[in-house]
């Protein structure tokens, strides 16, 4: 469990909270680029916190400004994007892409007013078809983090992104949680091979579910510069064991084991809209060929991490992929399969797990939290984010990063039982150019 002090500087993340100042570090994924088309209208976006809007200045370049004008607080998403600014249309004044103001025709022209003001803005670059911003204190902003899925050709991954009802660490916390696949997303009969196929089809692979009849799987964690290497230890029938490695790199990516050498790989970015919502990232990519058709079918189809099957837009933040399972709905239980076919039968494992991560509340109480050795991931991470947050509140030090460390992988393999596991598996670890 964690003190009411500690819960409370995890999960909060507004602007001047510990973990919010830490997560304005990094570089946050905001839009897909090709959401934002030059000259279009800007879209309402939310990040740790902050109502802000993102556009596409005429001029091609991607801009991130607070939504409310500094003028009289009217929102710039009913602005008119101009050639390398945003103009509000209550009163004409325009910013620049860095906020400054550059024109303020409702003031005599003598004036020198318009120098004197400037709204919170944050540069923005795009990597992997995604656009980024930088949100922190650094007047020269780090390089982007070298993920291998943002450096693979376009046709070798699938980006999708959803909103989600709940704290970005609750959603996190699933992510590095290797125990639950043997519950959540199985079938309550391992021998049933129609129910097996199904979820095969949907783009879950139950391969270390089911090849084992160990639901207890033993963690094993290590601290890496960028984050923590997680090991999943399940029992296998003879003399190896089944490993399952998972990656969670600082501040808010996971990486979900494959079972496969060649098989895609897949993750989340967590990202904090503010302290009870996130955005969920969802990332599939393949190092070294473009994504097979039927693979791509099985990510469109919405059953796999990836949920695509969203309520009608409204131009609220990411009001365009909120999703159409809600608690409202119960997510569209199947209440018989769920009786006599699946653990959990909510369609969908990508919903099954949103499902479970709302149902906690918005922010979870984890002074009432009873952890037991299958936490050990969870217990390891938030050791990690709490450290950082404090030690930057303290001295002002943030984490070391080094954007190359973030070329790693996940995977899943059997090794030898006397096997460093770590070790055995780093060729499958390290992203190689």
């Not at 500087?9 to 100042?21: A, F, K, S």
């Not at 003031?107 to 923005?124: G, L, N, Q, T, V």
């Not at 960028?226 to 501040?251: C, F, H, S």
């Not at 058709?293 to 909120?322: F, I, M, N, Q």
């Amino acid at each position: 469990m964690l003190s009411k002090e500690d819960n409370e500087l995890l999960t909060c993340v507004g602007p001047g909270t510990p973990m919010g100042e830490l997560m304005r570090r990094y570089w946050v994924p905001v839009l897909l680029a090709d959401e934002l088309a030059a000259g279009d209208h800007a879209r309402r976006v939310r990040l740790l916190g902050e109502s802000l809007v993102a556009y596409r200045a005429r001029n091609g370049q991607a801009g991130l400004v607070a939504e409310y004008c500094p003028h009289r607080r009217a929102s710039l998403y009913f602005g008119r994007v101009e050639d390398a600014g945003i103009r509000c249309v209550y009163h004409g004044w325009k910013l620049d892409l860095a906020g400054r103001c550059v024109d303020m025709p409702s003031e005599p022209r003598e004036s020198s007013f318009k120098d004197k003001i400037r709204a919170r803005a944050y540069p923005c670059r795009e990597q992997g078809g995604v656009i980024w911003a930088y949100l922190g204190p650094a007047a020269d902003p780090p390089p982007l983090p070298e993920l291998e899925w943002t450096l693979v050709p376009p046709e070798h991954r699938f980006v999708s992104k959803r909103w989600q009802y709940c704290s970005y660490f609750q959603a996190l916390e699933g992510g590095i949680d290797s125990s639950h696949i043997s519950f959540l997303h199985s079938p309550l009969d391992p021998d049933d091979e129609a129910t097996v196929r199904t979820i095969d089809e949907s783009g879950f692979d139950l391969t270390s579910a089911l090849e084992t009849a160990d639901t207890a799987p033993r963690f094993e964690v290590r601290d890496t510069p960028y984050g923590v290497l997680i090991g999943a230890r399940r029992e296998r029938p003879n003399d190896e064991y089944y490993w399952r490695i998972t990656q969670y790199l600082l501040p808010f990516y996971t990486m979900a084991p494959t079972d496969t050498a060649d098989g895609p790989i897949s993750g989340h970015v967590w990202v904090p809209a503010d302290d009870g919502n996130l955005i969920n990232w969802t990332f599939t990519y393949h190092p070294t060929r473009p994504l097979r058709p039927e693979e791509r079918a099985a990510l469109h189809g919405g059953k796999s991490s990836h949920v695509l099957d969203y309520a009608p837009p409204t131009s609220e933040p990411y009001g365009d992929v909120r999703p159409r399972a809600t608690r409202a709905n119960d997510y569209f239980m199947d209440w018989e399969a769920h009786r006599t076919r699946y653990y959990c039968g909510i369609p969908g494992f990508g919903m099954q797990d949103q499902a479970l991560q709302e149902s906690q509340e918005a922010i979870v109480d984890r002074t009432q939290e009873r952890l037991g050795s299958s936490d050990a991931a969870i217990i390891q991470v938030r050791r990690r984010l709490l450290t950082a947050a404090k030690r930057l509140r303290q001295d002002g030090r943030a984490p070391d990063y080094d954007p190359a460390l973030y070329r790693v992988r996940s995977a899943s393999v059997a090794l030898p039982r006397g096997a460093d596991w770590a070790a055995a598996a780093q060729a499958r670890l390290l992203a190689r150019a």
